[in-house]
């Protein structure tokens, strides 16, 4: 496997559309990834008067969503080589369609559920294709865009197990692998959080909904706010 050097760590920057941002929403399935969405669209909608474009990985144009039927409704083994490459191609896409001549319009905020987290978690840690592997993928441009905030929101594999008994819906191709599964990704995330420190926002989701959301509000704040400022000083406490 490819060593992750600084270099490689350092080409990862976020686009530079002045008073546009761009976000993402990553954690394991139960996480309340589409309720913190969700309350911050709101917030941003009615008390700070952004236009806000909530998309979803992998999908958000219709060849990212052809690629999203054939991804999680496949019934054989794909490679992670090949998921990996697929997820990239729907991202691509995604980019140029959709988010880099969105973000080009002021006072636009970007919400993605999912992002080049996933494919690092998913395919490099969880797969095991290669942290390394897959961030060397994405760089490229504009693949080697990244948000300027990331929400992990942590909770442990058998948190998720719980809120999955609960919600009782089908599982798609990931959801099918099991605890064990689960397990590693919750290692990438927080390896993600480790490579990203200034990024990657690792916030405990296990608890309140609503203290959650409050961290979310106030960090999102402080970007915004950052927009004026050259020094961008995020709340990164775990
Ligand atoms: P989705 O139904 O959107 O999952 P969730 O509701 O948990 O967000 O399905 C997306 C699945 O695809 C999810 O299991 C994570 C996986 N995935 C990857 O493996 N790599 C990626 O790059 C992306 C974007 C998603």
Do not use: W
Not at 13 to 18: C, D, E, H, I, S
Not at 58 to 69: I, Y
Request: hydrophobic residues 40%.
């Amino acid at each position: 496997m490819k060593e992750i050097t600084h270099e490689l760590i350092s080409s990862f920057r976020a686009p530079a559309f002045p008073g546009s941002f761009f976000l993402s929403f990553e954690g394991i399935e139960g996480a309340g990834k589409s309720t913190q969405i969700n309350r911050l669209k709101k917030y941003l909608e009615e008390e700070k008067n952004y236009r806000v474009l909530i998309l979803r990985e992998p999908g958000g144009t219709p060849f990212g969503e052809k690629l999203r039927q054939a991804i999680l409704e496949t019934k054989t083994e794909i490679s992670p080589l090949a998921e990996a490459h697929l997820f990239a191609a729907s991202r691509s896409q995604l980019l140029s369609e959709v988010i880099l001549p969105e973000l080009s319009v002021p006072n636009t905020v970007i919400i993605c559920d999912r992002y080049i987290d996933s494919s690092v978690v998913y395919q490099g840690h969880a797969r095991g294709l290669g942290v390394a592997e897959v961030l060397d993928i994405h760089n490229i441009f504009p693949l080697n865009l990244v948000p300027h905030l990331t929400f992990y929101l942590r909770i442990g594999a058998e948190m998720s197990e719980k809120r999955q008994k609960i919600r009782n819906s089908p599982k798609d191709y990931f959801e099918a692998k099991g605890i064990e599964f689960y397990k590693k990704l919750v290692v990438g995330y927080d390896l993600m959080h480790e490579l990203f420190p200034n990024r990657v926002l690792k916030l405990d989701a296990e608890g309140s909904m609503d203290e959650v959301t409050q961290l979310i509000l106030k960090n999102t704040e402080i970007l915004l706010a950052s927009a004026t400022l050259d020094d961008v000083s995020i709340n990164n406490d775990d």
